[in-house]
């Protein structure tokens, strides 16, 4: 029995030594196997981000929108022109005698049906206004250097006061002439 039982032992000392995997065989699977974790990583992580940004954001554009007042506007908006309230004669509040013609156009959205009617049954309010605006103000007031100022105060106006329904968008002079007696 003893003899079935018998082991061979090298005089070396030991077992028979396993064969090792060397050179190129034992370095791709490991090399694979550490870009796969790689790659899993990294797409895991962009999944994630994903994801997140779409919880934290919601529906929302990403993109910021940038409001353009109508000053910054480099385009002009092409208008319709009411120029039927005719020439304006009235006297500044100057202590000397000065004398202001006027000729004003108001302009409004092409093609704005309300605002063109609006405007035609008012006529004697604007042109009313518009006397008495010009009979408030002094002929350095009325100087060419302030005439921006003046169609804005004018456009303002009539929007606030005179019109309801509808707004006009531009005041241009066709004349104005401050005259010294």
């Given amino acids: ?3 079935d039982d018998d082991l061979s032992i090298d005089d070396e000392g030991g077992a028979a030594p396993s ?3 060397g050179g190129l065989g034992g370095l791709l699977p490991t090399l694979l196997k550490w ?3 790689g790659l899993g990583a990294v797409i895991l992580i962009v999944t994630v981000v994903i994801i997140t940004m779409k919880i934290m954001g919601g529906n929302t554009s ?3 929108v940038v409001p353009v007042s109508e000053e910054y506007d480099t385009r002009k908006e092409i208008l319709d022109w009411y120029s039927s309230l005719g020439s304006i004669r009235t006297k500044t509040s100057d202590s000397d005698s000065v004398t202001v013609m006027v000729d004003v156009v108001l302009g409004y959205k092409k093609e704005d049906k309300a605002t063109s009617t609006e405007i035609t049954q008012r006529t004697v309010e604007l042109k009313d ?3 008495r605006y010009f009979t408030q103000k002094t002929a350095e007031e009325l100087a060419p250097q302030n005439e921006e100022n003046l169609k804005i105060e004018i456009r303002n106006a009539i929007n606030d006061s005179i019109l309801s329904s509808s707004k006009i968008k531009d005041v241009r002079f066709m004349q104005l002439d401050v005259i010294r007696n």
């Fill in 1 to 3: 029995m003893a003899d």
């Fill in 19 to 21: 064969k090792k995997r």
């Fill in 35 to 37: 870009v796969a974790l």
């Fill in 62 to 64: 990403q993109q910021a």
């Fill in 129 to 131: 206004f518009l006397r």
